[in-house]
């Protein structure tokens, strides 16, 4: 028996470097940090590099950094993040600091974008069989049928998913207008405009 038209191996393909990805939570709080910086008594201690898999494409292809940050206020006085506390680069220029629903916008997977798998539908996986020198078609199985619609929902619904995990996790550990009072640590992300992965300092007002 000889397949004639193999569909299962393009699936197959196409699964390899087409599929939705997961979302991996990221907990601020338990992350080890490794780079810092103080000034009048407010630390920041921050992390990059906190995606993977396509959101970690996604935040490459669109100049978008997400980081994890700690902030330890061991100053006199109550701070709030984003107008008296503010994030500088080394040469001192400001960092803008996105708003957790542009940072999603930005970096999530597009379910629809899945829905080509239906063009797989029409596929059909033909059988021959060769007997006395001539070869004839012996059956034809409508496989695209459950591959097509079987690839985009399952991959629409993974992508929803991950991308439910991942704006959750923004909402919770979001740090913008937030009050830091004096003694007081706390953990979050933030999602900054940015090519690469520079060093940051914290600026206190």
């Given at each position: 028996m000889k397949f004639k038209k193999i569909a299962t191996l393009i699936a197959t393909v196409v699964?390899?470097?087409s599929c939705a990805s997961g979302y991996k939570t990221i907990n601020?709080?338990?992350i080890n940090y490794l780079s810092h910086s103080e000034d009048k008594g407010v630390k920041l201690e921050y992390k990059y590099e906190l995606l993977n898999k396509k959101y970690k494409k996604k935040e490459l292809a669109k100049g978008v950094r997400l980081i994890a940050v700690k902030i330890t206020n061991n100053s006199n006085?109550?701070?709030v993040f984003g107008k008296d506390v503010t994030l500088n680069y080394d040469n001192g220029a400001s960092i803008y600091i996105m708003d957790n629903d542009r940072v999603f916008t930005s970096l999530k997977q597009s379910p629809a974008s899945y829905l080509w798998y239906l063009l797989l539908t029409p596929t059909n996986l033909y059988t021959t069989e060769?007997?006395?020198g001539y070869t004839t078609e012996t059956?034809?199985?409508p496989i695209g049928l459950i591959l097509g619609p079987g690839l985009a929902g399952g991959n629409m619904i993974a992508a929803s998913t991950a991308?439910?995990?991942f704006k959750t996790d923004l909402k919770t550990h979001n740090l913008n207008g937030l009050?830091?009072?004096k003694?007081?640590?706390v953990s979050g992300l933030i999602g900054i405009r940015s090519g690469d992965y520079n060093a940051i300092k914290i600026k206190v007002d």
């Open positions: 699964l390899l470097g601020p709080e338990s006085n109550d701070v060769t007997q006395n059956s034809t199985v991308n439910n995990k009050t830091i009072k003694g007081q640590t």
